[in-house]
């Protein structure tokens, strides 16, 4: 065949280069997208392994966080019944304490051995005063700490302090309970001799309450 014009070999030649030039550019620009969306890909990767650890990290708190939830209730359920416990010993009333040094009831006129004082039990621990208003000093303070209570029982007086205007002398009861310190009961003096103190009630159901309140 005859020979191309130079011409159109040329113009071939131009436009089978710009057929490769457009090419190239185009294979550049898609692999320029592809980088991007791996790098975005990896990006998402690592952002959500980031977010599964956070998650249990999360999840491991929360356990840990309802365990000591748990168990913070059940310390406050322990104190609260502590608390109860605290204020059912707590007692408040009149009781006749035994004075060695003065007279004795058991004759008339001798009641002012167990004169009246105003008890106080609050924190394991045992007050007296004069009056009920709590305005003055505590005459005692005896700490129950390693204290022995005895209940001595009921015992009645030989006569009343006011004879009736005929008849016997009238007989009154009451019920004693001593406090000592530990190991320091026996005594050749006699039953109470070595007492801290020396209670009575002239009710037994109130001089229970008392114990059982000491006791507690």
Not at 60 to 81: N, P
Not at 131 to 136: L, P, V
């Amino acid at each position: 065949p005859p020979p191309a014009p130079p011409g159109a070999a040329f113009t071939a030649g131009a436009g089978g280069s710009g057929l490769g030039g457009a090419g190239g550019g185009r294979g550049a620009e898609l692999q320029e997208q592809y980088d991007a969306l791996f790098e975005e890909a990896s990006y998402l990767k690592r952002r959500c392994a980031q977010l599964e650890r956070e998650n249990a990290r999360l999840e491991h708190g929360r356990r840990h966080t309802s365990k000591d939830k748990r168990q913070l209730l059940e310390k406050v359920a322990e104190l609260e019944a502590a608390l109860a416990a605290l204020q059912a010993s707590e007692k408040s009333g009149w009781l006749h304490k035994f004075s060695p040094g003065a007279g004795s009831w058991v004759l008339p006129g001798g009641a002012s051995r167990w004169p009246r004082r105003y008890f106080v039990l609050k924190s394991n621990t045992l007050v007296y005063y004069l009056g009920e208003g709590h305005r003055e000093a505590p005459r005692r303070s005896l700490p129950m700490t390693n204290v022995v209570l005895v209940d001595e029982g009921v015992k009645e007086t030989r006569a009343s302090d006011t004879r009736p205007l005929f008849g016997a002398p009238s007989r009154r009861q009451y019920h004693i309970f001593s406090l000592y310190l530990n190991h320091t009961l026996e005594s050749h003096h006699g039953p109470g001799a070595g007492a801290l103190l020396r209670l009575s009630c002239s009710s037994s159901a109130e001089a229970r309450q008392w114990i059982d309140c000491l006791l507690g």
